[in-house]
Nanobody, 120 residues
Framework: QVQLVESGGGLVQAGGSLRLSCAAS????????MGWFRQAPGKEREFVAA????????RYADSVKGRFTISIDNAKNTVYLQMNSLKPEDTAVYYC?????????????WGQGTQVTVSS
């Protein structure tokens, strides 16, 4: 069974950086796209970033473009989200997600999330 486990969240001041990790297990993810989503209090879950398992075809939400970087270490089966120049608006629970190419157009596998809090 696919399992995604996020880590690396925490409290950081505005302008600071955090690196989130997502440990993926249970499958060979060659044919998967990986993504990061976030959900702030009182708001719907929103897309943050995504790429394929090779780390290519990166996509970012406009709100994080130029500040966040998604990458993958295939040898470690780990997806990263490097977050720089953090803003209070980035405060949310961040979720790692995966979708199987050609099987689903939606992200169907989700981690439990990791809290990111950015203070002003």
């Amino acid at each position: 069974q696919v399992q995604l486990v996020e880590s690396g969240g925490g409290l950081v001041q505005a302008g600071g950086s955090l690196r989130l990790s997502c440990a993926a297990s249970g499958r060979t993810f060659t044919r998967y796209n990986m993504g990061w989503f976030r959900q702030a209090p009182g708001k719907e879950r929103e897309f943050v970033a995504a790429c394929n398992w090779s780390g290519a075809n990166t996509r970012y939400a406009d709100s994080v473009k130029g500040r966040f970087t998604i990458s993958i270490d295939n040898a470690k089966n780990t997806v990263y989200l490097q977050m720089n120049s953090l803003k209070p608006e980035d405060t949310a629970v961040y979720y790692c997600a995966a979708r199987e190419l050609y099987i689903s157009s939606e992200y169907t596998y989700w981690g439990q999330g990791t809290q990111v809090t950015v203070s002003s």
